[in-house]
């Protein structure tokens, strides 16, 4: 069965240098979440979007944007990027608004020397 | 806010042993209860959903609960096996005007089993 695919897997980056993760959700799903894990820490919620516009924005920082398109995948735009930005970042799918299951990809690794 | 708390943090067995983990959440109005597996430095697995009207699922070895009212979950794994060794995490989806589509995350049971 067809999952949640998030390119790239891994990325090295630079201070202040910028980023952007995809996620190709899984087919007929219509909602897309990110979230960011640090290292020993739960995945903590960035930001979703259902049906292309954003549903629920949590703790984002404000140089992070995000947006889904037409064909329902997601791209996450990371600028002036801090050391602290480092983590895997996991985007996942879901069919519907609330209740549907969520399906996690697995995960894109950023670091930033 | 919701939070969400898991006991113990770490937990080892021997193989065999059946095993409960719990989950407890503060606020109750959810729509579901979700639990994951996750490996180290690797993705999410879905394992079981609970949607907020329902008491239990299960799949194969695994059964999980869900007290609404109580604000509690367990996941039950009969005969561990070696295999089953990860952290396991509890996930519950809020339901609100804006906040009804995130998942909020405990810290994890991190499961060790002995062969």
């Known amino acids: 069965a067809a999952g949640v695919i998030q390119s790239p897997r891994h990325l090295i980056k630079e201070k202040r240098e910028t980023a952007t993760l995809k996620c190709y959700p899984i087919?007929?799903?219509?909602?897309v979440y990110w979230y960011q894990q640090g290292p020993g820490q739960d995945p903590q919620f960035l930001i979703s979007f259902y049906e292309k516009m954003q549903s629920d924005k949590g703790s984002i920082p404000d140089r992070f944007s995000a947006q889904q398109f037409s064909d329902y995948h997601s791209e996450l735009n990371m600028s002036s990027l801090e050391l602290g930005d480092s983590a895997l970042y996991f985007c996942a799918s879901s069919r519907g608004l609330a209740t549907g299951e969520l399906f996690f990809g697995e995960g894109s690794r950023l670091t930033v020397l | 806010k919701q939070e969400v708390t898991q006991i113990p943090a770490a937990l080892s067995v021997p193989e065999g042993e059946n095993l409960v983990l719990n989950c407890s959440f503060t606020?109750?109005?959810?729509?579901?209860l979700q639990w994951f597996r996750q490996d180290p430095g690797k993705g999410l697995t879905s394992l079981l959903l609970?949607?907020?009207?329902?008491r239990e699922q299960t799949s194969g070895r695994l059964n999980a609960s869900l007290d609404k009212s109580s604000g509690r979950s367990t996941l039950y794994i009969a005969a561990s096996q070696p295999g089953d060794s990860a952290t396991y995490l509890c996930?519950?989806?809020?339901?609100?005007?804006?906040?009804?589509?995130?998942?909020?995350f405990g810290e994890g049971t991190q499961l060790t089993v002995n062969p």
């Open positions: 996930a519950v989806r809020r339901v609100g005007e804006t906040s009804g589509s995130r998942l909020t």
């Open positions: 609970i949607q907020s009207s329902q």
């Open positions: 087919p007929r799903h219509d909602t």
């Open positions: 606020d109750s109005a959810i729509y579901n």
